[in-house]
């Protein structure tokens, strides 16, 4: 059984520089899964690294 790599919300909001109140934003969208362990919520760094390439891509303007 291979166990996931697992952070806890403020781990992944300081890794992604994002708030609290984003990061739930994207979790009741849909966009983000969460772990739970009793009360304690935990992201995978395999679903934090899927949301990560999930986001879009703009490209600066080039004039």
């Known amino acids: 059984?291979?166990?996931p790599e697992l952070m806890s919300v403020a781990g992944f909001c300081a890794r992604y520089?994002?708030?609290r109140?984003?990061?739930y934003r994207e979790v009741a969208a849909g966009r983000?899964?969460?772990r739970k362990f009793g009360t304690a919520t935990?992201?995978?760094r395999v679903d934090a690294e899927t949301w990560a390439d999930s986001l879009p891509i703009r490209e600066g303007d080039t004039a």
Do not use: P, Q, Y
Request: some cysteine; proline content about 0%; glycine content about 6%.
């Open 17 to 19: 520089c994002i708030g």
């Open 1 to 3: 059984m291979d166990i």
């Open 32 to 34: 983000l899964r969460i």
């Open 42 to 44: 935990r992201v995978a």
């Open 21 to 23: 109140t984003s990061f």
